[in-house]
């Protein structure tokens, strides 16, 4: 699985949009991009996943550029219970069933 | 209704015991895990189970077994604990990877602190 890279930490003000980047330079053709989050004392969440088009949900976006080396994770709308940890995470869809988990990012919704 | 469950929430104990932790899920998904979170808070895996089929095994210690009476279920059994294993362990469960959406979904966790 490819290696993702994600600042340690973000702020972001209640209401308004979180933009949470990842860089994924070594991602292969047939791997995914997945987004998890960790609320404190919780189990990871699943939030979205991608390949290569933008996905939408209803919790978060995602946009992942057109070479595929990057994508960011967007709350439009975050709130206090949006804290949490936020993880990237590439593998190939389907395999090896494992989740990889890097460092993520603490993102902190401040009132 | 509860997806992934883990029973004991909090488990304080003492070096040297024996201790399970046990795992459920009503998702009737094929595949289910353990990963360990330790205090550095990195989540990693540990065990993964398909259709009662030991598939992943991470280099983990043979004080730790995982036992897996059906489905539905994945128990992780610890021999001997060590002051190292304290940690937070997670139970996942997924559908059978290949079928294309393979979403985890964690339960709430089992502290473990050994004395």
Redesign the interface.
């Known amino acids: 699985d490819a290696k993702t890279t994600q600042p340690p930490s973000m702020d972001c003000a209640e209401g308004r949009a979180a933009n949470l980047p990842c860089n994924h330079s070594t991602i292969s053709g047939n791997e995914y991009v997945y987004w998890?989050r960790?609320i404190h004392?919780?189990?990871?969440?699943?939030i979205i996943?991608g390949l290569k088009n933008n996905e939408t949900n209803e919790m978060a976006s995602l946009i992942i550029t057109e070479d595929r080396k990057s994508s960011t994770l967007i709350l439009p709308h975050a709130t206090l219970r949006d804290t949490a940890?936020y993880?990237c995470i590439v593998r190939v869809?389907?395999?090896?069933?494992?989740?990889?988990?890097g460092?993520g990012t603490l993102l902190t919704v401040n009132p | 209704d509860t997806a992934?469950s883990q029973t004991p929430k909090y488990l304080v104990t003492q070096m040297g015991n024996d201790k399970s932790i046990k795992c459920e899920q009503n998702l009737g998904h094929d595949?289910m895990?353990w990963y360990k979170q330790d205090s550095k808070?990195?989540?990693?895996?540990m065990f993964?189970y398909?259709n009662k089929e030991l598939?992943?095994n991470?280099t983990v210690p043979n004080r730790f077994s995982p036992k897996s009476p059906d489905k539905a279920h994945l128990n992780l059994h610890i021999n001997s604990l060590e002051l190292g294993d304290s940690a937070v362990y997670?139970c996942?469960s997924?559908q059978l990877?290949?079928?294309?959406y393979?979403?985890?979904?964690?339960?709430?966790?089992t502290r473990l602190t050994v004395l």
């Open positions: 998890y960790q004392s919780q189990g990871p969440q699943y996943h940890v993880y869809r389907g395999s090896n069933y494992k989740l990889t988990f460092k | 992934v595949t895990y808070k990195f989540l990693k895996i993964s398909n598939i992943i991470e997670f996942a997924s990877a290949g079928s294309g393979n979403e985890q979904f964690f339960g709430p966790g």
